[in-house]
């Protein structure tokens, strides 16, 4: 996922904070996170975790994963994006689909198309967001999920904590239907 | 040359005070072999062993390019262009020309416009721009040499203060792309905007570039000279 | 004469029954912006009450104003107004096309066309710059108006703009258009081009439009405007997630993203993902065709067309290959309801026809689109299809229609879903055909002839909003009372979007109601989709708000598509747009120093104007009883699956309330300072506009509140 500069530090690693910031940059402006992980293992030697904080620059920001640690600038990516992009590589699809539902719920207010989870950034496959679907009807993860259905069959989520069901249901029918009525 | 001998002569003999009549008038008393000795910006007036005067021009720095492909027809690059450098808003003497080829393309209407280039036809838009040519047209017809290369940038430029509206650029321009303001009559004609040309700025598709001349040239004069656009 | 910024100064005057051509004076007009604010000020003063849309002492005003020509952005709009034939009192009303037409008509030193009287035989208009003349219209006559448009540019070249009408408008179909370049049409107004044998009006302007402030101010302001307009209709968030956006919503028109194409570019051209920062993507934002018509029109999209200034383009133009089996050019272009209007007679949708497969749908809307913007016939805002549904269901036809008539209807091709239905439809509608083509005169014309009753004006799936004979567009549905307030005005489709614009924008509630919060008082101005509350001023003010900016829109001329400029996609700016823009611009462009609230008060004189006009056309000042009262679909509770009312203001419910409508009207009517009861103006209010003169003529015709 890193395609960012080479190491400029040279043996003494004197520029290493300035070479890892930059790498940092440039993996965000091409759409991707960081690892720190392949920053590890691009500057060997360094304390990564340390060096970010301490370079003073106040475009970084980080997201802690299971096991990994994910770095971005928000000179050319927001947070948000940034969350799907760790849900992706957290291969968590379960977590992806049920905190963007809850997210989506409570900020616009809306329910999400289902078929949101197949497009870029998410990109599950069908048959994975077919299984997510029904795991969420039977984990705990997806206890505040819902589904409701657009009388033209589109599958709709939404988190119960912020929409009623009329209202997912109203919502859901007013973006597959009724806008498209009211252009 | 001085600019201020430059200015001296240009108000001397065909400055901005000079009447459209004047210049008729010294036209018919051979005029070309006053203007053989006046230098005028980067552009140089010599004669050949032969004895035929030739005008030696520096070289533009770029041209601006139009790619019929990407453009919308939005014609901001028109108001852009004038806004800045003529203070009021038009389309016909914008230096960038997309509103005369917008309906029916380069060639006009016909009786199979609807299969045209055109927004009534292939919605195909092929704007033409300045190619800033080697040897300009434009500038080589102008009879106040008016017309100079820009100092900074090689633009082929009209100095309004010697242009006396004869239209002689506009005529002799293949494309005429040099278009007499008929509100002011004097001659409009690309810049480049000091190299930093505002209707590629204001062009929301980027279909609108300036190009280093060698590149432009290679774009310009490609297979489909006529449309000047083949970026 | 002094010079004079912004406006032309002249207003082309053309008497067609004497053939008179003459020159009046803009400016004289000013108090009334430009456009259809100016407009009004004409039909009031010089159009009769009684005069109906067809007679030739109607007057139609093709108008621009101070800003259209500037180059402001989406400023290429020309306004329309004059009678309206759909009109069940031939009301005053306007309609709007983009294009290409009106900056022509400034650089030829023109602010408006005032065109009266009726010539003997068919003509159109050549207009030079100064040079304007009558022409012998004869060949035209009986043309479409992509060859009408062609013949125009054959006698003035190339450059020549031209807005004509189709055979539709000839004929005096009340349901027709004008229409201009590839797909810009003013629906309503064709008939009474036609009435006046008025083929097309052809202009060529080689001058220019000045500016009064400093160029690098107004360059500066448009680089401003530039760096915080969204995509169309000012959706401000883009339809995918994009690593610029803190946003995204399926439903913005804002569809640009990596791998999406104008496919039948050669090459392709990719959208990419459009980051707001890079100016030289604001007109790739929005890519039309897949929004509009699916994703399987992205491979016939040419490009992306639209209006003169405008950097959002909005109107996809596609190349469709199958048209020629239909003997039509593959070149066909429109937006939005100028799709789905045409397309909208096929009430059962457009199912695999000819062969198409999967593209039926959208070689079913190309062929719609192409004899609509032909023939030159007005969906009335997609009205006609649901005309047309109701009478099929209701058996209508089968009653009125003779029964040789009704045989010879291809009716199934319609049932089933074949777009060749729309070939034979629009053929009898554009040429008077028969009985059947009644359905052309309008919603108000066929409830007459054909003995349509409450059922079809309550008819939830009808869309009537009013008896007027015109529907819903942005009303209730979408912006609660405030939508359903601004449907009330007009005499026609309320055409106003200064609501949606805002309302619609895709931004999160908690974001949108800050803002409402800060142009309209309180947040509660706005409530959360499908999640409305009761009545308040806030709700008024923000009516009251929209509707004066789509008249400013409509008279400086701005597009209310895009304008008025209330959030922006800027996080840095708090997503906050800029409402005083339009003052901004009308002062450095003019010269003549308004702020934005001098503006709306300008633009309330004018809505209040329109208002007088109404109820000296209607003869009674009780407007809302007469005009402004809604068809009782809008204020009628919905019902669950068990049959049991969903009370109004619940969550999910989109359902006004009669009384709470009532009180809205009443509210709206306050902010205008009109009579509450009645809610015409009353003598102290049109004083207060400058509109004294109005008031005395009212109070001779007994039609001021008492």
Same mark, same amino acid.
């Not at chain 3, 003013?186 to 083929?199: E, I, P, R, T």
């Not at chain 3, 190309?366 to 209701?394: M, S």
């Given at each position: 996922m890193d395609e960012a500069t080479e190491n400029g530090g040279g043996p003494s690693g004197a520029l290493e904070?300035?070479?890892?910031?930059?790498?940092?940059?440039?993996?965000?402006?091409?759409?991707?996170?960081?690892?720190?992980?392949?920053?590890?293992?691009?500057?060997?030697?360094?304390?990564?975790?340390?060096?970010?904080?301490?370079?003073?620059?106040?475009?970084?920001?980080?997201?802690?994963?299971?096991?990994?640690?994910?770095?971005?600038?928000?000179?050319?990516?927001?947070?948000?994006?940034?969350?799907?992009?760790?849900?992706?590589?957290?291969?968590?699809?379960?977590?992806?689909?049920?905190?963007?539902?809850?997210?989506?719920?409570?900020?616009?207010?809306?329910?999400?198309?289902?078929?949101?989870?197949?497009?870029?950034?998410?990109?599950?496959?069908?048959?994975?967001?077919?299984?997510?679907?029904?795991?969420?009807?039977?984990?705990?993860?997806?206890?505040?999920?819902?589904?409701?259905?657009?009388?033209?069959?589109?599958?709709?989520?939404?988190?119960?904590?912020?929409?009623?069901?009329?209202?997912?249901?109203?919502?859901?029918?007013?973006?597959?239907?009724?806008?498209?009525?009211?252009? | 040359m001085s600019d201020s001998t430059e200015k001296r002569e240009g108000e001397g003999l065909l400055g901005k005070q000079t009447s459209r009549r004047d210049f008729l008038k010294y036209a018919g008393g051979g005029l070309a072999g006053a203007l053989a000795m006046i230098t005028l910006g980067c552009a140089t007036t010599v004669r050949t062993r032969e004895g035929r005067e030739l005008r030696v021009w520096a070289t533009p720095a770029g041209a601006l390019v139009h790619d019929p492909n990407r453009c919308v027809g939005c014609k901001r690059c028109e108001v852009a262009c004038t806004v800045r450098?003529?203070?009021?808003?038009?389309?016909?003497?914008?230096?960038?020309?997309?509103?005369?080829?917008?309906?029916?393309?380069?060639?006009?209407?016909?009786?199979?416009?609807?299969?045209?280039?055109?927004?009534?036809?292939?919605?195909?838009?092929?704007?033409?721009?300045?190619?800033?040519?080697?040897?300009?047209?434009?500038?080589?017809?102008?009879?106040?040499?008016?017309i100079h290369a820009d100092r900074k940038t090689g633009a082929r430029v009209v100095d309004a203060r010697k242009c006396v509206g004869c239209g002689a650029c506009q005529t002799a321009c293949p494309w005429h792309i040099a278009t007499l303001d008929r509100e002011t009559m004097i001659s409009t004609k690309c810049t480049t905007c000091d190299g930093d040309p505002v209707c590629a700025k204001a062009c929301p598709t980027g279909a609108l570039k300036l190009y280093p001349i060698a590149e432009a040239e290679k774009l310009l004069w490609g297979a489909d000279v006529v449309s000047g656009a083949t970026a | 004469m002094a010079q004079i910024f912004g406006y032309s100064g002249k207003i082309l005057r053309v008497d067609l029954t004497t053939g008179k051509i003459s020159t009046d004076e803009t400016l004289k007009y000013k108090d009334f912006i430009g456009g259809e604010g100016m407009s009004m000020k004409i039909m009031w003063d010089e159009v009769d009450p009684g005069t109906k849309a067809y007679d030739a002492e109607n007057k139609i005003?093709?108008?621009?104003?101070?800003?259209?020509?500037?180059?402001?952005?989406?400023?290429?709009?020309?306004?329309?107004?004059?009678?309206?034939?759909?009109?069940?009192?031939?009301?005053?009303?306007?309609?709007?096309?983009?294009?290409?037409?009106?900056?022509?008509?400034?650089?030829?030193?023109?602010?408006?066309?005032?065109?009266?009287?009726?010539?003997?035989?068919?003509?159109?208009?050549?207009?030079e710059d100064e040079k304007v003349t009558i022409e012998d219209a004869r060949w035209m006559w009986g043309k479409g108006i992509f060859d009408t448009q062609a013949m125009v540019a054959s006698f003035m070249g190339k450059e020549a703009q031209a807005a004509a009408i189709g055979q539709a408008g000839e004929n005096m179909v009340n349901l027709s258009v004008i229409r201009t370049g590839a797909s810009h049409s003013a629906g309503g107004h064709g008939g009474v081009m036609g009435s006046k044998k008025l083929k097309a009006i052809g202009v060529r302007g080689t001058g220019s439009v000045k500016i009064a402030g400093d160029r690098k101010d107004w360059m500066e302001l448009d680089k401003f405007m530039m760096s915080i307009i969204g995509a169309n209709n000012q959706m401000v968030v883009p339809t995918t997630p994009q690593p610029w956006a803190e946003f995204s919503d399926k439903s913005s028109r804002w569809t640009a993203r990596k791998g999406l194409f104008w496919g039948a570019a050669n090459p392709p051209v990719e959208t990419g993902e459009c980051n707001p920062k890079d100016m030289q993507s604001v007109g790739l934002r929005t890519q039309k065709a897949i929004f509009d018509l699916g994703p399987g029109a992205e491979k016939y999209t040419v490009r992306m067309g639209g209006c003169s200034h405008c950097p959002i383009r909005c109107h996809s133009q596609l190349k469709v290959p199958q048209l020629e089996k239909y003997g039509m050019d593959p070149y066909v272009a429109n937006t939005c309801v100028g799709w789905s209007g045409p397309r909208g007679v096929m009430f059962n949708g457009i199912k695999d026809f000819d062969g198409h497969g999967e593209d039926s749908n959208i070689v079913g809307n190309a062929i719609g689109t192409t004899l609509a913007d032909d023939y030159g016939v007005w969906c009335n805002y997609a009205q006609i299809g649901r005309d047309l549904k109701y009478c099929w269901d209701k058996g209508v036809f089968k009653r009125v229609l003779p029964a040789d $008539?009704?045989?010879? @209807?291809?009716?199934?091709?319609?049932?089933?879903?074949?777009?060749?239905? &729309?070939? %034979?439809? =629009?053929?009898?509608?554009?040429?008077?055909?028969? $009985?059947?083509?009644? @359905?052309?005169?309008?919603?108000?014309?066929?409830?007459?002839?054909?003995? &349509?009753? %409450?059922? =079809?004006?309550?008819?939830?799936?009808?869309?009537?909003?009013?008896?007027?004979?015109?529907?819903?567009?942005?009303?209730?549905?979408?912006?609660?009372?405030?939508?359903?307030?601004?449907?009330?005005?007009?005499?026609?489709?309320?055409?106003?979007?200064?609501?949606m614009n805002f309302i619609g924008s895709k931004l999160p509630i908690k974001i949108q109601k800050e803002i409402a919060g800060e142009i309209f008082g309180s947040p509660d101005a706005l409530d959360p989709p499908n999640d409305y509350k009761p009545m308040n001023t806030f709700k008024a003010r923000f009516a009251a708000w929209a509707l004066k900016r789509s008249i400013l829109h409509n008279s400086l001329t701005v597009c209310n598509w895009m304008w008025p400029m209330s959030v922006s996609h800027d996080k840095e700016r708090g997503y906050r747009g800029d409402t005083g823009l339009e003052a901004k611009f009308f002062s450095l462009a003019t010269g003549i120093k308004m702020t934005e609230k001098e503006l709306d008060e300008a633009a309330a004189r004018c809505f209040t104007l329109f208002r007088a006009i109404t109820v000296r056309q209607m003869g009674d000042a009780d407007l809302r009883a007469g005009h402004d009262h809604m068809n009782k679909w809008i204020t009628k509770a919905d019902?669950?699956?068990?049959?049991?009312?969903?009370?109004?203001?619940?969550?999910?419910?989109?359902?006004?309330?009669?009384?709470?409508?009532?009180?809205?009207?009443?509210?709206?009517?306050?902010?205008?300072?009109?009579?509450?009861?009645?809610?015409a103006p009353t003598r102290a209010s049109l004083e207060m506009y400058g509109l004294a003169g109005v008031a005395e003529d009212l109070a001779r015709r007994k039609l001021l509140p008492s």
């Amino acid at each position: 996922m890193d395609e960012a500069t080479e190491n400029g530090g040279g043996p003494s690693g004197a520029l290493e904070p300035a070479a890892i910031v930059e790498a940092i940059r440039a993996s965000s402006a091409a759409a991707a996170l960081c690892c720190r992980s392949a920053l590890s293992s691009r500057f060997p030697r360094a304390d990564i975790a340390a060096l970010v904080g301490a370079s003073g620059a106040a475009d970084l920001r980080l997201i802690e994963g299971r096991t990994e640690t994910y770095y971005f600038s928000e000179l050319s990516m927001t947070r948000a994006y940034a969350v799907h992009l760790f849900h992706v590589a957290e291969k968590d699809p379960l977590r992806m689909v049920a905190e963007t539902v809850r997210e989506e719920s409570r900020l616009y207010p809306r329910p999400t198309d289902l078929r949101t989870f197949l497009d870029p950034p998410f990109g599950l496959t069908p048959s994975e967001l077919a299984a997510t679907v029904g795991a969420l009807e039977l984990q705990e993860e997806g206890r505040d999920i819902a589904q409701v259905r657009a009388s033209n069959g589109a599958l709709y989520l939404y988190c119960t904590s912020y929409l009623v069901p009329a209202l997912a249901l109203s919502l859901a029918e007013w973006i597959e239907v009724g806008q498209k009525d009211n252009p | 040359m001085s600019d201020s001998t430059e200015k001296r002569e240009g108000e001397g003999l065909l400055g901005k005070q000079t009447s459209r009549r004047d210049f008729l008038k010294y036209a018919g008393g051979g005029l070309a072999g006053a203007l053989a000795m006046i230098t005028l910006g980067c552009a140089t007036t010599v004669r050949t062993r032969e004895g035929r005067e030739l005008r030696v021009w520096a070289t533009p720095a770029g041209a601006l390019v139009h790619d019929p492909n990407r453009c919308v027809g939005c014609k901001r690059c028109e108001v852009a262009c004038t806004v800045r450098n003529d203070g009021k808003a038009s389309a016909h003497i914008s230096r960038v020309k997309v509103s005369r080829n917008l309906n029916f393309g380069v060639k006009g209407v016909s009786s199979a416009y609807a299969k045209a280039d055109g927004q009534l036809g292939n919605f195909r838009i092929v704007a033409e721009t300045c190619r800033q040519c080697e040897k300009p047209a434009c500038g080589n017809a102008c009879p106040t040499g008016a017309i100079h290369a820009d100092r900074k940038t090689g633009a082929r430029v009209v100095d309004a203060r010697k242009c006396v509206g004869c239209g002689a650029c506009q005529t002799a321009c293949p494309w005429h792309i040099a278009t007499l303001d008929r509100e002011t009559m004097i001659s409009t004609k690309c810049t480049t905007c000091d190299g930093d040309p505002v209707c590629a700025k204001a062009c929301p598709t980027g279909a609108l570039k300036l190009y280093p001349i060698a590149e432009a040239e290679k774009l310009l004069w490609g297979a489909d000279v006529v449309s000047g656009a083949t970026a | 004469m002094a010079q004079i910024f912004g406006y032309s100064g002249k207003i082309l005057r053309v008497d067609l029954t004497t053939g008179k051509i003459s020159t009046d004076e803009t400016l004289k007009y000013k108090d009334f912006i430009g456009g259809e604010g100016m407009s009004m000020k004409i039909m009031w003063d010089e159009v009769d009450p009684g005069t109906k849309a067809y007679d030739a002492e109607n007057k139609i005003i093709f108008g621009t104003g101070p800003l259209c020509g500037t180059g402001v952005p989406c400023s290429g709009r020309t306004n329309i107004t004059s009678l309206l034939p759909t009109s069940p009192f031939n009301g005053v009303s306007s309609s709007h096309m983009g294009g290409y037409f009106a900056t022509e008509l400034k650089y030829a030193g023109w602010d408006m066309i005032v065109v009266e009287g009726k010539a003997a035989n068919p003509v159109w208009l050549r207009i030079e710059d100064e040079k304007v003349t009558i022409e012998d219209a004869r060949w035209m006559w009986g043309k479409g108006i992509f060859d009408t448009q062609a013949m125009v540019a054959s006698f003035m070249g190339k450059e020549a703009q031209a807005a004509a009408i189709g055979q539709a408008g000839e004929n005096m179909v009340n349901l027709s258009v004008i229409r201009t370049g590839a797909s810009h049409s003013a629906g309503g107004h064709g008939g009474v081009m036609g009435s006046k044998k008025l083929k097309a009006i052809g202009v060529r302007g080689t001058g220019s439009v000045k500016i009064a402030g400093d160029r690098k101010d107004w360059m500066e302001l448009d680089k401003f405007m530039m760096s915080i307009i969204g995509a169309n209709n000012q959706m401000v968030v883009p339809t995918t997630p994009q690593p610029w956006a803190e946003f995204s919503d399926k439903s913005s028109r804002w569809t640009a993203r990596k791998g999406l194409f104008w496919g039948a570019a050669n090459p392709p051209v990719e959208t990419g993902e459009c980051n707001p920062k890079d100016m030289q993507s604001v007109g790739l934002r929005t890519q039309k065709a897949i929004f509009d018509l699916g994703p399987g029109a992205e491979k016939y999209t040419v490009r992306m067309g639209g209006c003169s200034h405008c950097p959002i383009r909005c109107h996809s133009q596609l190349k469709v290959p199958q048209l020629e089996k239909y003997g039509m050019d593959p070149y066909v272009a429109n937006t939005c309801v100028g799709w789905s209007g045409p397309r909208g007679v096929m009430f059962n949708g457009i199912k695999d026809f000819d062969g198409h497969g999967e593209d039926s749908n959208i070689v079913g809307n190309a062929i719609g689109t192409t004899l609509a913007d032909d023939y030159g016939v007005w969906c009335n805002y997609a009205q006609i299809g649901r005309d047309l549904k109701y009478c099929w269901d209701k058996g209508v036809f089968k009653r009125v229609l003779p029964a040789d $008539e009704y045989a010879s @209807i291809p009716w199934e091709k319609l049932v089933k879903g074949d777009a060749t239905f &729309l070939i %034979d439809f =629009y053929d009898r509608v554009a040429f008077k055909k028969g $009985e059947f083509s009644h @359905i052309g005169d309008g919603s108000a014309a066929i409830a007459l002839r054909w003995g &349509l009753g %409450d059922d =079809y004006w309550n008819d939830k799936n009808g869309k009537l909003w009013t008896r007027g004979g015109y529907p819903v567009h942005h009303s209730n549905e979408a912006g609660a009372q405030v939508g359903a307030l601004i449907s009330c005005f007009s005499n026609r489709d309320a055409q106003n979007h200064s609501h949606m614009n805002f309302i619609g924008s895709k931004l999160p509630i908690k974001i949108q109601k800050e803002i409402a919060g800060e142009i309209f008082g309180s947040p509660d101005a706005l409530d959360p989709p499908n999640d409305y509350k009761p009545m308040n001023t806030f709700k008024a003010r923000f009516a009251a708000w929209a509707l004066k900016r789509s008249i400013l829109h409509n008279s400086l001329t701005v597009c209310n598509w895009m304008w008025p400029m209330s959030v922006s996609h800027d996080k840095e700016r708090g997503y906050r747009g800029d409402t005083g823009l339009e003052a901004k611009f009308f002062s450095l462009a003019t010269g003549i120093k308004m702020t934005e609230k001098e503006l709306d008060e300008a633009a309330a004189r004018c809505f209040t104007l329109f208002r007088a006009i109404t109820v000296r056309q209607m003869g009674d000042a009780d407007l809302r009883a007469g005009h402004d009262h809604m068809n009782k679909w809008i204020t009628k509770a919905d019902k669950d699956k068990e049959g049991k009312e969903i009370p109004q203001f619940t969550p999910g419910t989109i359902q006004m309330t009669e009384e709470d409508m009532a009180l809205a009207q009443t509210m709206l009517y306050r902010e205008f300072g009109w009579d509450e009861k009645t809610g015409a103006p009353t003598r102290a209010s049109l004083e207060m506009y400058g509109l004294a003169g109005v008031a005395e003529d009212l109070a001779r015709r007994k039609l001021l509140p008492s």
